[in-house]
């Protein structure tokens, strides 16, 4: 897995920011099946290592992301709050 990225600044602090270890991610995935889905999306968590660690509609997700402003999706914060 490539991990050569820039230092990136924050926008708030002015802080360069580095890339450290990898903590493994959150993943959503759109699919067609609705019923079997949270209304289109499923959920995954992958591990440091790669691993997939939980899949499917898992509920805890569901719970914030069903309260998402974008069909299910958060996204960026808006662009002018952030550079305020
Ligand atoms: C406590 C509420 C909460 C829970 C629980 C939660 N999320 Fe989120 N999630 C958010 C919020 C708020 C954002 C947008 C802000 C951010 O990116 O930090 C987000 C963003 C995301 C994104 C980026 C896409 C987007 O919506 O902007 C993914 C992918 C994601 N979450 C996956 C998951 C997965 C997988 C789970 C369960 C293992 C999960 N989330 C559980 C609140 C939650």
New binding site residues.
């Given amino acids: 897995m490539g991990r050569r990225f820039a230092g990136v600044t924050e926008a708030k602090t002015g802080r360069c920011l580095q890339p450290g270890e990898f903590k493994g991610l959150?993943?959503?995935m759109r699919v067609d099946d609705l019923r079997e889905s949270d209304r289109g999306w499923l959920?995954?968590?992958v591990d440091p290592r790669g691993e997939v660690t939980?899949s499917g509609p898992?509920a805890?997700?569901i719970?914030?992301?069903e309260r998402?402003p974008?069909g299910?999706?958060?996204?960026?914060?808006d662009a002018g709050v952030m550079w305020r």
């Fill in positions: 959150f993943v959503m959920y995954a968590t939980a898992i805890s997700c719970r914030c992301h998402a974008h299910r999706l958060f996204g960026l914060v």
